[in-house]
């Protein structure tokens, strides 16, 4: 029994800072952060705009684009790091705007691997059989946890929300669908990307901090473990799946880094035109970045029946998997 993805939505903050406007806060430059990371812009929060309206915005295009009704979904998993409260959770807050009562909505933190573990859960649930329609959110603000002082980490991050419906209709009679899905951790290594749960500002607010707040990363070793886990870890789902790298329509990686995409595609001896990039408009959005570039891809037509799709993340924790879909 399969769960096919039946709309797709998104949705950033109004607020574009681009390169140039970074240059005017900190001590980088253009040249560095498109050469470094392939970033051109990102929309972060201010202090009018909640995660919780992102949320709804990307819901409710999800739910448009599905055709079903909110009252018809039968189960919430949000994908986060950045809720307002430790409970409850952001998915309770959003099924209540969505007016829905007396289904689960819970959230999973598996950082810039969310989305992906939320995959692995609705699919779980669906091959249970205990449900068969579900609204699955990848969203993140963690513009509102870097320290707006310290380069090495300010220029990378943007917010926003994805979503998709998931649904089993019409997925039993055929072998489209979510195919495998594989999620791994390494508690070992949560020091080279983490942050501290009281540390949150949007960058409008006033306010100077020790070197030490914000968000902690250690670039130059995360990026060689992101690499090599996600190419092991798709190549992983993908034999699960019966597959090979070969056979992949359209990767839709986390947008951390433009360099981390390229490397996990030559890994995987994809051409880049096998692999959708948006990070040079948003950023990183963490948990949301997967679905926010699944739902351009899907609108600008990138994606057609039977393809498939490898949509894989790396995250905190540190976290990783990838997800294969037939479309
Ligand atoms: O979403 C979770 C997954 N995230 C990741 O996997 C991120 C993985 N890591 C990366 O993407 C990259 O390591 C970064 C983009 C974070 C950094 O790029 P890098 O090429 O690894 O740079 P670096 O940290 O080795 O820094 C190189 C130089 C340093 O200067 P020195 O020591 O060589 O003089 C930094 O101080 O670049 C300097 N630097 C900057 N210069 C201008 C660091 N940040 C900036 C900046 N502007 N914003």
Redesign the pocket.
Known sequence: MGARIIGTGSSVPKTCLTNADLEKRVD??HD??VS??GIHQRHVVTQDEDILDLMHEASLRALDASGLRAEQLQAIVVATVSGNYAFPSTACLLQARLGLDNIPAFDVNAA?AGFVYGMSVAHSYIKSGDYDRLLLVGADTLSTMVNWED??TC??FGDGAGAVVLDTQNARSDDRGLLSTVVESSGALWQL?HVRSDHRQTVDQEGSHPKEWGIQ?K??E??KV?VRALSEVTRKALDKAGLSPADVSLMVP?Q??LR?IRAVAERLHMAMDQVYCNVQDYG?T?AASIPIALDEAVRAGRVRPNDILALCG???GLTWGTSIVRW
Do not use: D, E, Q
Request: with cysteine.
């Open positions: 980088t430059s560095w952060i470094r990371t810039c380069r090495s220029v990378l990307l990363m670039g130059p995360l990026f992101a986390h951390a880094n981390i990183n963490s790396c995250g905190g």
